[in-house]
Every structure is written in structure tokens, then in C-alpha cells.
């Protein structure tokens, strides 16, 4: 008999942090800019009018009940508590895991314990910008003798069955000590998760021959995590032990996020009432859902989704680490110039040749010599032999 444990993730949330500066905004004008700790970008807003199109899918909460507060993202009912955002990720809080727990003779039965932990069995990112990430999440299995995850995704296509080896032996080992699942591999298994998922469900299984015994862990686990942030500790096979250790440590997942669009950025463009990308940046195609991201010409940084969000970058204001190779840089609109000093040619730069003295002949008669002129200004006017 093969025991099933449902595994249906509903994810509302997602990944990493834009480089702050006082001369970026990175708000609406009038609006919130932070939430506690986290920064918020637009077009995600704080409060009414302030996120693109004033359209709830990009709404943040801010609920001021917790000190610092906290940022959450609203998907399909679900709060998803914000951990960091960026102009292309957004990190949330893990709530997702699934725990089939059976009695010792194999039937499957509830735990209140899990009921109760305000933990979701599920993620469902339909009607939302965000997207699980395939490069940086991993579904992980926890229990020995697992065989496999079977995975059923809806993503940009209709749904499919996609099959995900996660296999874990119960070898017994003298020893056991947190660590990944990649190095433990006797406990709990891993695998990845397909491109474009929005929302999926899935059952992790035994073999049939699992036997089951009263020295058994009447508790198989399964987890959505960031890839490297969750370590398998010998304590997460007891219910117990699990739950606290959701409770002590944040386990992030991270979520795509883009623009949604079912058009090309060729075909986007030509609407300027929905074409989100504003002066000085371009629109770049989502590679792990339906729509596309805007980003700001080179030469220009800030959030491209505002009027005027695009800034130029001063190249040369740092004097020591400018592009230019004798430091002598003008700032121009979107690039920068280099020029050499006296006494020197070239393009000035530090990825080019650079600057280099030059050369002159004075005539002596009807004898040519060579003459360097020195940067520090003086010249050299007789090498006469």
C-alpha cells in the first residue's frame, strides 16, 4: 500500500534587496516608502494610490501591530509575511509544509498540533505577479524511506503531471547531525521545482513495502525553502520538533516577480495607458512567468516603473574608482567622458589603453632625437649626444 500526503503549495510572495540611496525613491511621491525594516519598491505601494494602476495585486499591508511592523502580500485570502524586496524578487516567510501523519498500523490521521499551527499545506499564486523561483527554491522531503515527490503544476501552460525523485534511505547512523539534505541523504531528499509554477500540488510517498513499526515517526514532512537556508536537524522528525522549529527560525522562499502581461515587450510598447516602463529604461521579458520587467537604461539606475524614476548615474564622483584611468572623468546625461592631462593621449580609460606620454622630435641639424614630455609638466628639450 503506498501512503500519499497532499501537497498543495499556494505561494503569494517573493526575493532580494535594492541598493538603497537617499537621491533614489523608490516610492510613489506622497507614499510609505518602508514598512518596519523592509524597504518597498514601486510599483508595490503602501496604502491607496500607491501602487501601479492603484491595482490591489500589487498592495502591500503594513500592519503597524507588530514593532518594527511588518510587510505582508495578500494571495488568493493568504497573508504572506515580506521578508525583503527587490526590483526582481521578493523573500517571504516559509508557512508552507505538508505533514501526512499516520497511526502504527499505517492509517493516516490528523494532527491537531498541525491544524493549529497556522501553517499552509498549499500555495496558490494564480491572479498574482509573483511566481515560485526554479533557480532558488527546493521542495524538501523529510523522513527516511521516502521514494519520490509527483508534482502536478499550473503554470503557464495547463496543468501537468511533472514526476521529482526524492528519495531518502533509513540507514542507521551513529550519529545524527544538522545538515543538508544533499550531504545527509539517509533522512530527508530534495528536488527542484518547475519553471513557471504559480501554484502546484503534489504527494510525497513511501515504497509499498514501508513497514511500520512502533519505533516508527508516525510523521512524514514536506517543505518549499530557499535553497541553502534550511539545514535538516535530527529534531525535525518528531511533530514537536518540527513545529519549533518553524517557530525559531525564518525559513524563506523566495518569489519572481513581473509585470503581468500575456504580450511580448514588442507588443506591450505600443499601449502607452498600460506600458509600465517610463523614460530612460527598457522592458525586459520575464524567463520564469507570463510578463516582463522594466529596467533602467545603463548610465541610469532608480526604479524605471515611476516618471523620472530612472536617475543618472555619476560616474566620476567617486575621484579614486571612476572609469577613468588618470582620474581626470566629466560626467555627462546617462555616460561620462575621460580625457588625459597635458602632456599625455589617448582615450583615458581604464578598460581602454588608457593615457600615454607622448612623444616629440626636435631637429638638430639634420639629426632627429627624441624628447619625452614627463607628466609632471617639465620637459626634457636636450638629449644631445
Same mark, same amino acid.
Given at each position: 500500500?503506498?501512503? @500519499? ?36 519598491? @514601486?510599483?508595490?505601494?503602501?496604502? +491607496? ?6 491595482? #490591489? ?23 504572506? =509575511? ?19 501523519? @499516520? &497511526? ?11 491544524? +493549529? ?39 503557464? &501552460? ?36 518547475? $519553471? ?10 513511501? *515504497? ?31 511533530? =514537536? ?10 525559513? *524563506? ?40 520587467? %522594466? ?22 564622483? &567617486?575621484?579614486?574608482?571612476?572609469? %577613468? ?18 602632456? $599625455?593621449?589617448?582615450?583615458?580609460? $581604464? ?11 626636435? #631637429? ?22
Amino acid at each position: 500500500m503506498i501512503f @500519499y500526503t497532499l501537497l498543495t503549495l499556494s505561494i503569494s510572495s517573493f526575493s532580494f534587496s535594492l541598493a538603497e540611496s537617499s537621491d533614489i525613491v523608490q516610492a510613489k511621491s506622497g507614499c510609505q516608502q518602508k514598512c518596519g525594516n523592509v524597504t518597498i519598491p @514601486y510599483p508595490f505601494g503602501i496604502g +491607496n494610490g500607491c501602487s501601479m494602476y492603484d491595482n #490591489t495585486r500589487y498592495n502591500i499591508i503594513c500592519d503597524s501591530s507588530f514593532n518594527p511592523p511588518k510587510p505582508f502580500i495578500v494571495a488568493n485570502g493568504d497573508k504572506l =509575511e515580506v521578508l525583503s524586496m527587490s526590483d526582481t524578487e521578493v523573500r517571504i516567510k516559509n508557512s508552507f509544509t505538508i505533514v501526512y501523519c @499516520y &497511526d502504527h498500523s499505517g492509517k493516516s490521521m490528523a494532527n491537531d498540533d498541525y491544524e +493549529n499551527s497556522g501553517l499552509y499545506p498549499y500555495i496558490n499564486l494564480r491572479n498574482t505577479p509573483f511566481t515560485v523561483s526554479f533557480t532558488k527554491n527546493n521542495l524538501f522531503g523529510i523522513e527516511c524511506d521516502l521514494a519520490g515527490v509527483a508534482l502536478w503544476t499550473d503554470g503557464k &501552460d495547463e496543468r501537468q503531471e511533472v514526476m521529482r525523485e526524492c528519495k531518502s534511505s533509513c540507514e542507521i547512523k551513529e550519529t545524527k547531525i544538522k545538515t543538508s539534505c544533499i550531504s545527509n541523504g539517509y533522512i530527508c531528499c530534495e528536488t527542484d521545482i518547475p $519553471k513557471g509554477t504559480k501554484r502546484f500540488s503534489g504527494e510525497v510517498y513511501m *515504497p509499498e513495502d514501508k513497514n511500520v513499526t512502533k519505533t516508527s515517526n508516525l510523521c512524514n514532512f514536506a517543505l518549499l525553502a530557499e535553497l541553502g537556508q534550511y539545514s535538516f536537524n535530527p529534531q525535525d522528525l518528531t511533530m =514537536e520538533g518540527f513545529l519549533t522549529t518553524y517557530k525559531n527560525i525564518v525559513i *524563506p522562499v523566495v518569489l519572481d516577480w513581473a509585470i503581468e502581461s500575456n504580450s511580448t515587450c514588442e507588443e506591450v510598447q505600443l499601449n502607452n495607458k498600460t506600458y509600465a516602463c517610463q523614460a530612460n529604461s527598457y522592458c525586459s521579458e520575464s524567463t520564469n512567468s507570463q510578463g516582463y520587467r %522594466c529596467i533602467c537604461n545603463k548610465g541610469y539606475q532608480g526604479t524605471p516603473y515611476l516618471e523620472s524614476g530612472c536617475i543618472d548615474v555619476n560616474e566620476c564622483e &567617486d575621484k579614486n574608482n571612476n572609469p %577613468c584611468s588618470e582620474g581626470i572623468c566629466t560626467n555627462t546625461i546617462g555616460s561620462y567622458n575621460c580625457s588625459c592631462p597635458e602632456g $599625455k593621449s589617448g582615450d583615458g580609460r $581604464k578598460d581602454g589603453p588608457g593615457c600615454i606620454s607622448i612623444v616629440y622630435k626636435e #631637429t638638430v641639424g639634420k639629426a632627429e632625437f627624441p624628447v619625452l614630455k614627463v607628466a609632471l609638466g617639465m620637459n626634457i628639450h636636450s638629449l644631445i649626444m
